[in-house]
């Protein structure tokens, strides 16, 4: 733990929400990315004062949007939601109470609002009471590398007959049963976060874990239409990948050891939250955690742009991606690579395959593409 | 009685019964065969039962090998059942069809057979007649649109395959039909449940082929909910060299692959072309090899010598069957693709592990079923050829698949397959000898 | 991903420009395309914010909605489209041609067909998705459009579904078209982005294709090509625009609106055109003429649909109709691989590469070899070619040369570097081989593992006897009253 505070620096940890966890999938192997993600470190911030701030940014109309639609969810203690939820579970639910877990007045802790759902949840697990009651903003946590995550609560738990739902809202659209995969995906995984956690709960309360459901209700606007639709979505997958990343973010701290003891990511803010650490030093303190870029952190990391313009620095063929390499069978550089193809360079053990590809392949080339 | 203590074959026969007894009940009935557990002895045994009622049975399989055999063995099985084949006007017959069934390209050539097998394809040309039975074979490898073409021509019919092989796919991009529960793309079977959820689904529980040290491997790693068991004990089967060995890395693999029914032949690790020589090279060589050392098969079917025939190389693309196929393999030695070695048995097979050599694995090469079919095909052991550092690729593999709605989920996970054979096959590594 | 497109992008981060992956155009390019960028509001499905389209580079037509969550603003939107693309489709169907068939009746095809060119794929699935929220409105009824509207949303649709079909030119997504010719210094996924990628393929005087194509990553040099807005745009400069017309709807809130969308369209209009130089720059293959023809052909049997007043699109294929559609599909696949490959020999590399495909010299050939005996003697010429190619063909595998298209050939041996084939077809039907039909020693031939050749699939069921295995006979498809109810805000 210590490690990973000195590689922080001053500044408290960054918590993880359940986007964030769900983003640990995306490219595991990346030791940069495991390190930074373990300490907490905000990397959005790290990237900008690097001199490259990340390319993502919500449209305000996007934001606006997502807000109106869940509200509209929720709206007169969701109504709407179980008028859906008794289309899709096709359960006759006569009456069903709405608890906001968040609403305990003042502005506890998170702890104690965790607390809170911790003692709701029990008395609704133990109750055989067979009426629906649906839970809003529970708050969660997972344990992530040691640290304990609260999550953001944006979250809705359905109960019924023992059961248990975690029912996801997401603005995007469901038009003639079908959406776009790589959402779906993402609320697939963020969905399944909420799953563990819950999960976890119970378990920690001396219930059984599997009365949550591996089936997810994923509610929706349909068609071009504000009302919403559910659908339920098996995250079975996600919570298997889910925990495999968990279990290796666990061993982070393997990694961490190999570095050296002084190096730290600080920022060195100043009272005003201004970093004032040299570039060139955060730089070089970057580039000694080791990274693994692929085209695809484009849309999925804070750092992608410094990779990015690492990897080119290096002449490495990451750059052109996952393909690419392949097709390279593991050259690594673009001059080896193009060394071996005109014959150049003389190919290493293990290389004269590639080599013999690659001359052809060039001498093909030569023929017809430099005519043209 | 319990059915753990059945014995393997009572506990097989029952599910057979079970399945007989269900035909005349249900429009369809599905029966999910594991590798080498029977299917083609439950197809000849519901073929005789069928015709037995005396109305005419049509059998639907997928490629005209399939057909052959099933033609071969029904022969055995019921020598006085008039069989017809449909072909194609190219279809050359091989010899051990010759004289036990009637051969034409159209229905009326065959005379009136209790019995006619043919191709999906060959049986969409073949008319307007309906048929009160079918038997399809090999259903999860059969892609919904072929049954559209044919599913009118029968009334009920007896689903036969093994849900744990390869999916079958198209060349086209099929994202418009997905959650569809008419997806052209999807298999056989899965049509068919999606729109029949009610129909019996049974499952045969022992594989005949799979011997003692390879059935939970490839139960616990490719059919997690379901399972069976082998249907022979540890030590039943046995293989044995007649030629001494050399204590090269070749024989220790191979030694090792005789004594446990498992050997991880590991070449030191690299990123390569598929094509990857010196993989091929090994696998080429640990054939010859194999053939040198004069193997004895001795099992409940008595001591057999193990020719090339009775051996099998399989790998993930057709390139790599190529270049093995140019490293010269012995003659008489299978090379095929995963894909064309599916529904077939061998004594001993070797495999180029589909992630070997490979810096980021996809969909492809993780696809559970590919690999279920390369450890799946041998009745005594098997040989696989790989580069270390699978775990660690497995390790760093991106998981960012799209989700699409309304399609079911399909387990098991090629990750996590992938993961347990692994894990088994790291107990029976043997290191690669460098080079010469 | 072959080897060769793989080198063609190394050699693209050495030079710093684009490397060609082609020799010739493998899509047809009209003379008269139509360009169309549409912009859709963020976090909606399909509520267009803007549209810029037209057919003369120098006069764009700019299409906007002040306010995109109004629904009465949206279909004004949808009559305004119609308006520019309906003239522009129907133009094309003035002048058609006769086409003789074999064993059947001779049929009027349109002598040319509209091409809407889009930037990228999000553009196209963004053109289904106007179309599916078009095409089911009416014209009477509480939720009245005009007339033109629904005809505009069948025509997208149709557009749009055409697009995924293998090879057709109807609706191509530029970034798309661009990459089939191109290779870039950077990944497929960066290839995404329209201005990073005609910077790579064109850069600007005095720079390289990578610094134009980082220059292209600013958005505030270079809008995204849509359908997405950039973020920092839609707060700063169009979220108040909006504001503005909600508090005082007219001319001048709209024309403020308008000013603010130009600002991200104009950029990417002129990438559109340039890409299209581009494009025009390559010749023509010989298949993608033959593939415009499909298009021709398909484009006029819908404009014929539309004309007898036939239904919308339904919602759903149904199983037949899907089933029908992979047949199709599938052919149009392998038809376009082997043609690409047939007429492009840096094409044909690909293959050459994995040992599918060899080049060589003819070292002999025997034009009158011949197989069997009287009634059953067949011509067989038989060729050896030398070749310096990793040949990885076994024994009886089926042959085709871009020489000689329809001739089809097979394997007997490879010894080496020499492989001895014996051509089994289109050499002609007399005792000896027609004369040219079989090549001469000295002559550079290529031989191709790839056929367009088609065995058609057996016909399906109609769908009205579905069968029990595929859900039954559908029920038949009625235009509900339903389907015009549905909100479109």
Known sequence: MERFDRLRGAVPARPHDARAIAALAANPGCGRRAVMDAAGIDKDATATHLGFPAPFGRSPFAITRGNAFEALVKDSGCAELLRLLRELLGLPIPLAAYTDLGDIGGNPSAHLRHAHTLKLIDRAARDDDEAGTLYDHPLLRLEIAGHTSYLEPDVVAFRLAGRFHIVEIKSFAIVDGQAEPDKVAAAARQAAVYVLALRNMLAELGHDPARVSHEVVLVCPENFANRPAGTLLDVRRELAVLRRQLSRMAKVGAIADTLPEDLTFDLAPDADGVPTRPVSELREAVGAVGARYAPECLSTCDLCFFCRDEAAAEGSTELLGRQVRDALGGVATVSEALGLADGTLTPGEGQEEIARLLRLADGIYGVYAEAG | ?436 | MSTLAALARLRAVRTGTAQRLATVRHCHLSERPMVFIPLRLAGEAAAPLAAMAGTDPGHPHLLVVPQPRDRDLRFAFAAELAQIVLPYVEGFLKETETVERRGAEPYERCADAPQLLVPNRAALAFTLLLGRSTRFRRAEGPHAVHPSVPVLGRWLTFFAQRARHPGSALLPAVTEALSLHWATGQSALEDANLASLVGWIDPPPGTTGAEAAREAEDPLVWPPAGPATDPGFDAEVLAPAIRAYEEAPGDRATARVAEAVRTQLDPTWRLMWRAVDLLRGLPEGRGASARWELDRGSFTAFAEQVAEGGPPQPKHDGAVPAASRLARMERAQASYDAQRAYDDPLLMAAYRLTGEAFTGTVVASDPANAEGEGRGRKLRPLVTVRTGDPVRLAAGAKLGTPERRGQQAEVVEVDGELVTLKIVKGMGRGKVATPGAVPESGDQVCYAALSDEYQPPASLPASEETPWTHGGPPPEYVPSPEDDQEEWS
């Open chain 2, 1 to 436: 009685m319990i059915g753990g203590m059945l014995s393997p074959a009572a506990e097989a026969a029952a599910v057979v019964d079970a399945v007989l007894d269900d035909l005349p009940r249900n429009r369809g009935v599905v029966v999910d065969s594991p590798p080498g557990a029977g299917k083609s002895t439950l197809v000849v045994r519901a073929a005789g039962h069928l015709a037995a009622t005396g109305e005419p049975l049509m059998i639907v399989a997928q490629t005209n090998e399939q057909v052959d055999d099933l033609i071969v063995r029904l022969a055995e099985e019921h020598p006085d059942l008039p069989l017809g084949r449909l072909s194609a006007s190219d279809y050359v017959m091989p010899e051990r069809v010759l004289g036990k069934a009637s051969v034409g390209t159209k229905l009326p050539d065959l005379g009136d057979p209790a019995v006619v097998v043919a191709t999906a394809d060959k049986w969409a040309w073949a008319g307007d007649r309906t048929w009160p039975w079918a038997i399809v074979d090999e259903a999860y490898q059969m892609r919904s649109d072929k049954l559209l073409r044919v599913a009118g021509m029968f009334e009920r019919a007896l689903f036969v395959g093994d849900p744990g092989q390869l999916d079958p796919f198209s060349v086209v991009d099929g994202d418009r039909w997905a959650g569809l529960s008419w997806d052209p793309l999807q298999s056989a079977v899965a049509v068919l449940l999606r729109h029949n959820p009610d129909l019996p689904v049974h499952r045969l529980p022992v594989s005949w082929r799979l011997p003692a040290s390879a059935a939970p491997v490839v139960s616990d790693a490719f059919y997690p909910f379901t399972g069976f068991r082998a249907g022979t004990e540890p030590g039943e089967r046995r293989l044995e060299f007649q030629a001494g060995g050399m204590r090269t890395a070749y024989d220790r693999a191979l030694e090792e692959a005789a004594s446990h029914g498992w050997a991880l032949y590991e070449l030191p690790s690299r990123h390569t072309l598929r094509t990857d020589a010196e993989a091929v090279q090994a696998v080429a060589l640990l054939a010859t090899r194999l053939v040198q050392r004069a193997p004895v098969a001795i099992s409940e079917r008595g001591e057999r010598p193990v020719t090339a025939e009775r051996i099998a190389i399989g790998a993930a693309h057709r390139d790599q069957v190529a270049a093995i196929l140019a490293a010269g393999p012995p003659p008489g030695v299978t090379v095929d693709t995963a894909n064309r070695l599916q529904g077939r048995e061998y004594d001993v097979t070797i495999v180029l592990h589909p992630l070997s050599g490979r810096r980021d694995a996809t969909a492809f090469h993780l696809e559970s079923g590919r690999l279920c079919v390369l450890t799946s095909r041998h009745r005594h052991a098997c040989v696989v050829v790989a580069r270390a550092g699978i775990p660690e690729l497995l390790d760093a593999h991106p998981s960012a698949e799209p989700v699409r709605l309304n399609v079911p989920v399909k387990f098991p996970d090629g990750w996590e397959a992938n993961q347990a054979v692994l894990a088994h096959l790291s107990a029976h590594r043997v290191e690669a000898a460098p080079l010469r």
